[in-house]
């Protein structure tokens, strides 16, 4: 069930979530800052500032009041959030490729999934002159990061799941990989799990507790644009009309158990309290709650126990 909805510049295509505020990332617009206005009843979504960053922004990660946002080719941005009803760029690092995704690894360093030239790690020490640490460049095109500790998750689009420790940020050197069966677009890391989006494949659950040799656990045939996960509950979007919520908690056969509708092409999905946010490609961002209070009750726990298993 939509319970909000906001329109903000450009064609939507990620949303990260601080505890506080939802920050937009817009192809065409730059960085958009909202808040849910809760004594409205529905909660209704806010704009309070933006920026615009001159690219094609693509992902979003928010720390200490910084805001490190890939914006294609136009490099990693570096924003100022501290007001998020005025914010400023406070430097850059462009290498001329394509900054995809990006991940915070320390208050020192970030990550950035940056194309054709592979893993950046990025020194933010001073945040109005980052630049580049060191660089793992043995992939294809580095689509998509996550960071869990020392170690990152990259999804080279068209390769596989390459896992990287960067306990050295000066020495990047690759643990493991698993090779996925398409073109891979996100992942998602949550304790021992990665979870994949895949062309034609969905979902995929891979076993990461052994960094060296990880091990596919499972698969779902969905959605292939990008991945929220909280609990036992993982929510892909597929650039239609449709977010699914699949059910994870059994990582060897993940189950859908329910379909969020969406006005346009879902493209970025973040958590925003017991509620999700949907990117939806030049129709805006939609804040819904899929099942209602149900959803809400079982939510902060991931448990699926009093969930229907009927699917929409």
């Known amino acids: 069930m939509e319970v909000g909805f906001i329109d903000t510049p450009g064609g939507q295509t990620n949303l990260f979530f601080d505890g506080r505020y939802l920050y937009s990332t817009d192809d065409s617009g730059g960085l958009t800052v909202i808040t849910i206005a809760s ?3 529905p909660p209704r979504p806010v704009a309070i500032g933006s920026i615009d960053t001159q690219g094609h922004s693509r992902e979003v990660v928010v720390a ?8 294609s080719s136009n490099g990693l941005r570096v924003i100022d959030v501290s007001n998020p009803y005025s914010l400023t760029e406070l430097g850059f690092y462009d290498d001329s490729e394509a900054a995809m995704g990006v991940a915070v690894l320390s208050s020192d360093h970030v990550l950035v999934a940056n194309g054709f030239s592979g893993l950046r790690v990025i020194d933010v020490t001073n945040p109005a002159n980052p630049f580049s640490a060191s660089q793992f460049s043995a992939m294809g095109f580095a689509q998509s990061v996550d960071a869990i500790g020392n170690i990152a998750y990259v999804v080279d689009k068209n390769e596989g799941l390459r896992i990287i420790d960067v306990s050295n940020p000066l020495a990047p050197s690759q643990l493991g990989f698993h090779p996925l ?5 996100d992942v998602e890391v949550s304790g021992q799990l990665a979870y994949v989006t895949v062309s034609w494949y969905g979902l995929m659950v891979i076993d990461v507790s052994n960094p060296v040799d990880p091990v596919e656990r499972g698969y779902y045939m969905a959605g292939h644009e990008a991945v929220a996960q909280s609990g036992n509950l993982a929510f892909v979007s597929d650039q239609s009309r449709w977010v699914d919520v699949i059910d ?7 189950i859908r158990i329910a379909r969020i509708p969406a006005a ?11 509620a999700t946010a949907i990117a939806e490609f030049w129709a805006g961002v939609s804040i819904v709650q899929p099942c209602g209070a149900l959803f809400c009750d079982q939510f902060e726990s991931g448990s699926t126990s009093g969930w229907s298993n009927s699917v929409p």
Not at 64 to 71: I, M, Q, V
Not at 248 to 254: S, T
Not at 264 to 274: L, W
């Open 248 to 254: 994870v908690e059994e990582p060897g056969a993940p």
């Open 264 to 274: 346009g092409d879902s493209r970025g999905i973040t958590i925003a309290g017991c």
């Open 181 to 185: 069966p398409n073109e891979a677009w």
């Open 39 to 41: 004594h409205s009843n």
């Open 64 to 71: 200490d009041n910084l805001a490190f946002l890939a914006d």
